[in-house]
């Protein structure tokens, strides 16, 4: 995207810790899970934000965070302005209907004793004044069709579904408010690539008619090129670049974000042994003990002292104008 | 290690598992859904089948059947063989087959969470199989447990031992689930989508893992994905699944370079590329097969851009290619040779 829209999501210094605790009667806190550890951003109106980044470094818990499902240990999050850790009533019940979630786990988060048609039509329960009581089952099944699913199967329940089928449940349900941000949590992970691509584009053309903005948490890097306008690199709890797609894609210049890129699997099995794979070193840390100024550095090549002494700021550095975590930025194309 | 666990020499003629022209149905309230319709494939010693295809098609509910953990009713097998070493597993007693199901066929399911129990510890549910299967004592099985944690790359795997499963991403909760399949050395491990809650560093990971694997234990695997590139990566042989039957199979070069049905074909050109931004994502137009009212003639043709009258009236055979290659379309020649398409 060329020009970024007004900003209405702004997210500073978020921390989450999860308490380590032992003993059974009396429970000690013996440490902390540092899952989400100073995250700043900005979202932008009708624009796509992609994060990637190690399982286990914190996204889901962020997203968790922006949907007031968590709570943080510290750090804000403003929508239009307003802090949404302190808001209540009816500014709460906005925020409810504004900030829509897909969930990762499309098996956990349908209740199982609820129909389809009651599961996509339970937000209008809520929010009635955004569908008459009349008007909600064809409501429903236009979802329903929107994202590929046949409305006659309105009245089935989630575990006649396949895994594919139920993650679509998920976004049908997040779209049924018209919210003006999601945040989709690995929301195609399960989908094959034509579906894949469907809801993509379903998510885009949204987008485009209505303005909405994404969050867009994913493992696929090529999906997560192909819809995000900017993306942010995560790595133990932190954001270690950011910038727009063309910026990580053809100019990262820190080394976790290269190491990332080089390992995806290209669909091509004539590419196998041919492919320059970054091979990580060493196993992924601890979050209740990350290593001391930079995190990556237990598994970084370039890793000198320095790195071990001082943690390396999100901020422009020489080589390139967008920011990036590494005292030793540099460009190295790694997508062929 | 209990005595049922024999060393199983391929006998010649079979192979280590065989899917034969298999059928499941659900009865369901608003009527009979026909899942699987006459799926046939096999899996010999070492080697990496992909099972492909759309979401719904059957993929992993053919999973279920050969682990025998269907449940019947709903569903129900009205025919097929389902051989392990040329027996057939649907005809053994039960508790035979629930020893080779534990021992030597193993799956890592594709929802980890809800395969997880919420209520005991993970540590506790990986080293509950090492003692139960293979009578170790509760210290061996913890130290077991944390070999595997580790074994999968969970960060700090002993100190995590006590943890719950909501304590874990999913990710690492994907990981838990693989050590598990893994604890007993299984010779089949069915994979279904075992990778799709871990970045591309970790997944490479595991990958050379289940590689090794596959050739110090010679161990079979079946991979279902839909992840493109990891098929191209890993897999020996792919099947491609719709509408619950095989529609085309061959090996992994043959069918990237050229598919030998429509539904491939249209798969191969959805996939979006790392090293283009891209437009509007290609993808196959309409909606996927109803199973209660299944189309007549080809399952995909209502969805193909090349039907033909015939399409429409005739259900395609499974057409012999050569060199193991076979195809369920009624151009599947001209698909080939590119004349079509
Ligand atoms: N309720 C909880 N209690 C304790 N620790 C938790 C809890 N929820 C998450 N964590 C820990 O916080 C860290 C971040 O988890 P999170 O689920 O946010 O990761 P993620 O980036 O979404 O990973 P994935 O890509 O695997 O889904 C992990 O180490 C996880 O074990
Ligand atoms: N208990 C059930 N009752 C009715 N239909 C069912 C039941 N379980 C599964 N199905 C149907 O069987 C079909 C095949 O499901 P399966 O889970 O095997 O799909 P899959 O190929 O693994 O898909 P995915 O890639 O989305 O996981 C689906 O259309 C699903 O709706
Ligand atoms: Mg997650
Ligand atoms: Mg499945």
Redesign the interface.
Known sequence: MANLGESILQVDNLVKHFPITRGILFKKKVGAVKAVDGVSFELHKGETLGIVGESGCGKSTLAKLLMRLEHPTAGRATLHGKDIFKMSGSELRRLRRNVQMVMQDPYTSLNPRMTVGDIIGEPFEIHPEVAPRGDRERKVQELLELVGLSPEHINRYPHQFSGGQRQRIGIARALALKPEVIVCDEPVSALDVSIQAQVVNLLESLQNELQLSYIFIAHDLSVVRHISDRVGVMYLGKIVEIGTEDEIYNRPTHPYTQALLSAVPVPDPMAREHREIIRLEGDVPSPADPPSGCRFRTRCWKAQEKCALEEPLLIRRAVEPHPSACHFAELRHVVA | MTDIHVETERVQGHHLLEVKDLFVE?H???GVARVINGVSYHLDPGETLAV?????SGK?VTAQAIMGILDMPPAKIPKGQILYNGEDLLKMPEDKRRDIRGQQISMIF??A??ALNPVFSVGWQISETLRTRMGMSKADAMKRAVELM?QV?I??AK?RLKDYPH??????RQ?VMIAMSLAMDPKVLIAD?PT?????????QIMDLLADLRRDLNMGMILIT????????V?DRIAVMYAGRIIEHAD??AL?KQPAHPYTK???E??????D??T?????KG??P?LMRLPTGCKYHPRCPYTQPICVSDEPRSLNLGNGRTSACHFAKEMLSGELG
């Open positions: 659900f369901t309230r608003d492909l295809g759309e979401s719904g992993s594709q929802d969470l809800s580790d790359k960060p700090a100190a304590q874990f991403s999913g990710g690492m990981r989508e799709t809650a871990l970045d591309v560093t970790v997944q490479a839909h992840d493109l590139g990891v098929v191209a990566d897999a992994v070069r990237y249209g798969l191969l959805s996939i979006p590329r790392l090293d931004k891209g509007v994502l290609k993808t196959i909606l996927p109803n």
